[in-house]
């Protein structure tokens, strides 16, 4: 079965800091990954994903992320963060074959503060 | 073009009881899936609906049963209501065929007392 590991639970940055938050994924075979963003009090919305080609795929408001296959990664980061960043960051992953159920991870929660 | 809608946006019910959530699909998607959001958890896998039938399920007891309409609208109904269903119900929509992310609802946040 599909599992995701998100390593980091809260993260506290000041604005213009740089991002990187981290996520792993246990699953041998070709996956679809995402990253996606929930607001507070807002629903959650699709950062970026990746399902082929460039391992390094960019998303919006000046987020990427960067498939590692060797290493079961793939972690969003970000040159500098924006207090409107404040939120919460889920990795998921799923299996290209007949678009299964996504499998979540945990999520960090993102705090910047001025 | 609107999004993915569900309805009611908050609801409390008391232990025992029976709760049904409703949800309208993106235009275009023919794919309905349920995931709960326990507090400060990332949202789990119910079940999936697709030409109305449930195609796939997670690890949820039978207390939880859904329906797909015709126009691809779900339900999702949760009987005996214990303390630990409180939590953010959302639904996800996509189309079945070829490789499309899924979009969320706002959720229908739901309390047992």
């Known amino acids: 079965a599909q599992s995701v590991s998100q390593h980091n639970h809260h993260v506290i940055l000041s604005e213009a800091a740089s991002l990187e938050l981290g996520c792993n994924y246990s699953?041998?075979?070709?996956?679809?990954l995402f990253w996606y963003v929930q607001y507070p009090g807002q629903h959650l919305q699709l950062l970026l994903k990746y399902f082929s080609g460039d391992p390094l795929v960019k998303g919006i408001k000046g987020f990427e992320a960067e498939f590692i296959k060797s290493k079961f990664s793939f972690n969003l980061r970000k040159p500098s963060v924006q207090w409107s960043d404040t939120a919460e960051y889920f990795c998921?992953?799923?299996?290209?074959?007949?678009?299964?159920?996504?499998?979540f991870g945990k999520g960090t929660r993102l705090s910047v503060i001025a | 073009d609107a999004g993915v809608t569900q309805s009611p946006t908050h609801l409390i019910k008391t232990r025992g009881q029976q709760v049904t959530l409703r949800c309208s699909p993106k235009?275009?998607?023919?794919?309905v899936s349920w995931y709960q959001q326990a507090l400060g958890q990332g949202p789990q896998f119910i079940f999936q609906?697709?030409?109305?039938?449930?195609?796939q399920r997670g690890n949820f007891p039978d207390r939880f049963s859904g329906h797909q309409f015709p126009n691809y609208s779900s339900e999702l109904n949760v009987n005996a209501l214990l303390l630990g269903d409180s939590a953010l119900y959302l639904c996800a929509s996509t189309r079945r065929q070829g490789l499309h992310e899924q979009y969320f609802g706002p959720g229908t946040r739901l309390t047992v007392t």
């Open positions: 699953y041998g075979g070709t996956v679809n």
């Open positions: 609906y697709y030409e109305e039938e449930e195609r």
């Open positions: 998921a992953v799923n299996d290209p074959a007949g678009n299964t159920p996504l499998v």
């Open positions: 235009s275009g998607h023919d794919t």
